[in-house]
């Protein structure tokens, strides 16, 4: 278990690495024109250009940039241009913010999953199990925006049942300001994923069930509910829990954009959707490798506790 | 062969089972009867879709689901497996009356540990600590024969080779020292060799348990090795049941002669091609008029239009051979002997 | 099996026939008619099939449409009037507030901010969005099937390249990925080579959106061709003389043509929720040509004013994509049938 977990981490810092070379080949080198100009943006000076130019070397060869690219980034160098702040710490003020909006949701998306998941493939066959497909369905053929947009209007803003969007600190406000204010946007994020997952748990239980150790466990004479929980449940899970934490690291590498930019709660990926409008590159990049980061650490510790959980894998790969 | 003792085990009486499926309604299982006594080994033979599985895994009630009917009893002692309850089928499965499946591999949970598996069962049915039933398995891993017991209780299915995991298998299912153990081809996952080490198992377990043991199998050469008694298995009927020596060399029934035909014998010069019976086996959703083997049989005539009993049609009937094939007990002595000149059936005794 | 034995009396009436004529016989279909059969009995599927084909000719029809309502997806309306009801109403009111759906031909369901005729646009839209979601989801699906079958049939060096990459390019969050791609291309245009194209073509989401969906069916198509390429049937082919392309062709891609099919419904869906994803964050389509994604982004900002020019255009979206949802559904369960019938005794 312990070679597996180095090479798993030592994997990880490679595909870093990569991702790392490909973000800055997709900012500064694949479009057209000149990279400087770029990151100037729109109301720039000649003076300006040249400035930059200088201090991120793209008069020199392409891995001087990438160096210097990197540096920037990791000693928190990295000034936007649009409105001269801090990049480093415009995202560390959004990051608790995207964690809270990323952990909640997908702590609700997890437990209704499950939830339905589980008794949809009890019912199977009956009309509450087609209804909840269909409803699952329903979910996830909305885009989060839009479910977002409206809920946010008319259950916020009408109804006044919900606060209008923005973001309650925790410091200031009170639990339970937070709490409402993350109400709407946990929901929203979360109908997208519940939909999946319940259909995930309901397959993975169904074909379960009919495997032959499932029938072994009944031969044994155990318990209906102790085949359930510790044979079928036990075994259908496992996809469901690797599953859970590529989408959770998905979500925190970037998928919240939406949700964050229509409740206006001013976390890391609403940070990079504003500066995305205005051109504003160095955020952009930063914004980039952060999540990149989190995917590629939340996949690692997926395929290790996967491991952990289903010993099979441990022999290969 | 030890002669079996007189305490009954298991009394099946017309056991009829059948399933809804997309094409219409599976006879899987047509009025089977049979019974098992202690210290016996029942042997059901047949090809595969004869109905021998069903039999066998409706006696533990692993059938039971909406799509399936079934008629008839099979008793355990005193309870109606077909119709318990579930608590009380549960009380029994793994306790009374254990299984051993055909694959191993897929039979085992692929997450658990095999000791923790067997454990499991024994602590389902008794109330022993878990350092207790560890010991207990260690103990009966021992039994079984496999070697270094203690550590391989911490073992996970893949870890073990094939033939190490049905002992495991047999193992689980003996652990709460069953009276009756059924046994779904056990050994057809597995390499001769091998299957020679798991009959050894089983003939131990029947000295020293006097447990009754149904093996269902298509393999007579298993059978001929450890079986008291043969239920030969066709369409979803018994079309023949005696002792193995009778099965063996008196057989009645034409289907019989084709599954004994169709082995080599060391004992023959070698035939030019392998003897099989031509054609397949009828659909269970519209099954043949009459007798089932009809449509194959080289000797069919009218009268195997109507159903056919099982009947003890040798003079007698003391040893409980009986067969459903309605030919005349000596016409059927003429065929055999024809077809055995040429090596074609089973040689042996005639009337 | 009769043996010709003169000791023997030949049997009356032999009715010997190898069991032939008594078995009932086997329906005899392939596993694609089996399939077809299985999906035609499914209602539901069938049903938003239908569905999805009514809008696809419906946005077909959008220059139909656009004749009816006499106007274009690009032409404003501000100053005009129209009358409904029996009213004299103002298309666009001075605060900027835009009518609403009229049910009549002109501005059926009503106008956009720019006085635009939303029935058209939308219609027009459609026919944007759905171009892009299908050629993303074809683009997705060729290249998938080709770098899947390139890593699983050679495996060593190219499969450890392909998969590495695969790994990187999942690792990328999807959406950032494509935001940023979007944009900087939409700006400068894209140039392969020969190969140009202008900043707003629909080209740019098109590539965009068919190229990171790649990874989700790369690895499945891999996974499989995997597993195919131990099976007996391509070592006889190969034990036949045949070439790795040869193989690829004939024996894995047939077999492989039952996943491409269950998963094309939801590229294509997953294509249009992803347009309309980048489209709204100005990534996408770029203006003034229309799309689900861009009426959407223009429709949230009038919410509380002008609420059809969010709700229409959602509407839309949603219902193609649950079609496509539902259709693809049954397509799997078509495809992979379990068993779940009812005692019917």
């Known amino acids: ?317 | 062969m030890t002669a079996p003792s007189s305490d009954l085990l298991l009394d099946v009486q017309d056991l009829k089972v059948s399933f809804a499926t997309e094409e219409g309604v599976v006879q899987a299982v047509d009025e089977v009867s049979f019974q098992l006594h202690a210290g016996e080994v029942l042997a059901i033979v047949g090809e595969s879709g004869s109905g021998k599985s069903v039999t066998a895994m409706t006696l533990m009630g692993l059938t039971r689901s909406p799509n399936a009917r079934f008629a008839g009893t099979a008793r355990l002692r005193r309870l109606d497996l077909v119709r318990a309850r579930d608590d009380e089928l549960r009380a029994v499965r793994g306790e009374e009356i254990a299984m051993v499946f055909q694959d191993p591999m897929t039979s085992l949970n692929p997450v658990q540990r095999i000791g923790r598996q067997i454990v499991e069962q024994i602590q389902a049915h008794r109330d022993v600590s878990g350092g207790e039933a560890r010991d207990q398995v260690v103990g009966l891993l021992e039994r079984v024969g496999i070697p270094r017991a203690r550590e391989r209780f911490g073992s996970y299915p893949h870890e073990l080779s094939g033939g190490m995991r049905q002992r495991v298998m047999i193992a689980m299912a003996l652990s709460c020292d069953p009276s009756v153990l059924i046994a779904d081809e056990p050994t057809t996952a597995l390499d001769v060799t091998i299957q020679a080490q798991i009959l050894q198992v089983l003939k131990e377990l029947r000295e020293r348990t006097n447990a009754g043991i149904v093996l269902v199998t298509h393999d007579l050469g298993v059978v001929a090795e450890i079986a008291d008694r043969i239920a030969v298995m066709y369409a979803g009927r018994i079309v023949e049941e005696g002792s193995t020596d009778e099965i063996f060399y008196n057989p009645q029934h034409p289907y019989t002669w084709g599954l004994l035909g169709s082995i080599t014998r060391v004992d023959r010069p070698r035939p030019a091609r392998l003897p099989s019976i031509p054609g397949l086996p009828p659909s269970l959703i519209t099954p043949p008029q009459g007798c089932h083997f009809r449509p194959r049989c080289p000797h069919a005539h009218d009268a195997c239009l109507p159903r056919p009993e099982l009947l003890a049609r040798l003079g007698g009937g003391e040893s409980g051979h009986t067969d459903r094939c309605v030919m005349a007990p000596a016409r059927k002595a003429q065929l055999r002997r024809a077809g055995e000149r040429i090596g074609l059936v089973a040689g042996g005794a005639t009337q | 099996m009769p043996i010709a034995d003169s000791s023997v009396q030949p049997d009356p009436s032999p009715v010997l026939d190898g069991g032939r004529a008594e078995a009932a016989p086997a329906p005899g279909l392939s596993p694609w008619a089996l399939a077809l059969r299985r999906l035609g009995r499914n209602k539901a599927a069938l049903a938003f099939g239908a569905l999805f084909v009514v809008l696809v000719a419906l946005a077909l029809a959008a220059p139909l449409w656009a004749q009816l309502a006499d106007t274009t997806p690009a032409r404003n309306h501000l100053s005009d009037t129209i009358v409904v009801n029996g009213k004299s109403e103002q298309v666009v009111t001075f605060d900027g507030v835009p009518i609403g759906p009229t049910w009549q031909r002109k501005f059926f369901l009503g106008a956009d901010s720019n006085g635009r005729d939303v029935a058209v646009r939308l219609l027009y839209g459609a026919r944007n969005s759905l171009f892009i979601g299908i050629t993303a989801a074809i683009i997705t699906a060729f290249l998938a099937v080709l770098l899947g079958t390139l890593a699983g049939y050679f495996r060593g060096w190219t499969d450890a390249v392909i998969s590495r990459s695969l790994d990187v390019m999942w690792a990328f969050p999807v959406l950032l990925l494509g935001v940023a791609l979007g944009v900087s291309l939409a700006l400068g245009g894209l140039r392969i080579g020969p190969l140009r194209i202008q900043g707003g073509s629909l080209w740019i989401p098109t590539i965009i959106i068919g190229v990171v969906s790649v990874v989700y069916l790369a690895r499945p198509i891999r996974g499989q061709v995997l597993s195919l390429r131990e099976k007996e049937f391509v070592e006889a082919a190969r034990a036949q003389g045949a070439g790795p392309l040869r193989i690829m062709f004939s024996e894995l891609l047939p077999n492989l043509a039952s996943t491409i099919l269950v998963f094309f419904p939801l590229l294509v869906a997953n294509a249009i929720l992803l347009e309309a994803a980048l489209s709204f964050l100005g990534a996408g389509v770029q203006p003034p040509e229309p799309s689900w994604g861009t009426m959407l982004s223009d429709g949230v900002v009038l919410l509380s004013t002008a609420p059809h020019l969010t709700i229409v255009p959602g509407l839309m979206l949603v219902l193609t994509v649950l079609a496509l949802n539902v259709f693809g559904d049954g397509v799997r369960d078509a495809l992979d049938p379990r068993a779940k019938v009812r005692f019917e005794h």
């Open chain 1, 1 to 317: 278990m312990g070679r597996f977990v180095v090479r798993r981490v030592a994997g990880m810092l490679v595909v870093m690495f990569a991702v790392s070379v490909l973000t800055f080949l997709i900012f500064n080198v694949i479009p057209n024109g000149d990279p400087a100009d770029r990151m100037a943006g729109r109301n720039s000076t000649p003076v300006q250009i040249a400035a930059i130019e200088r201090e991120w070397g793209f008069d020199k060869p392409i891995y001087t940039q990438y160096l210097t690219t990197m540096e920037k980034v990791f000693t928190g160098d990295l000034i936007s241009y649009a409105n001269q702040t801090s990049v480093v710490e415009e995202i560390k003020r959004g990051i608790p913010r995207t964690f809270a909006l990323a952990i909640g949701a997908a702590l609700i998306w997890l437990a209704m999953g499950t939830a339905l998941g589980l008794y949809t493939a009890m019912r199977a066959g009956r009309f509450s199990d087609t209804l909840v497909t269909v409803l699952a369905l329903i979910g996830i053929s909305m885009p989060v925006f839009w479910l977002g947009a409206l809920a946010s209007y008319y259950l916020g803003f009408k109804l006044g049942v919900f606060p209008n969007g923005g973001y309650a600190e925790i410091g200031e406000a009170g639990l339970w300001e937070w709490v409402k204010h993350m109400i709407l946007p946990w929901t929203v994020l979360a109908t997208l994923f519940v939909g999946v997952y319940s259909r995930v748990l309901r397959s993975n239980i169904l074909d379960t069930i009919n495997d032959d150790y499932v029938r072994t466990a009944r031969a044994k004479g155990l318990t209906e509910r102790r085949v359930m929980v510790h044979h079928v449940l036990r075994n259908s899970l496992i996809p469901i829990v690797t599953l859970w934490g590529l989408d959770f690291g998905a979500v925190l590498g970037g998928g919240a954009i939406l949700t964050e930019t229509v409740f206006d709660l001013q976390g890391v990926g609403q940070y990079f959707a504003e500066s995305i409008g205005q051109l504003d590159v160095p955020p952009v990049l930063a914004v980039t490798l952060f999540g990149a980061f989190f995917i590629v650490l939340l996949n690692t510790i997926v395929d290790i506790v996967y491991a952990a959980l289903d010993p099979r894998i441990r022999l290969s790969r």
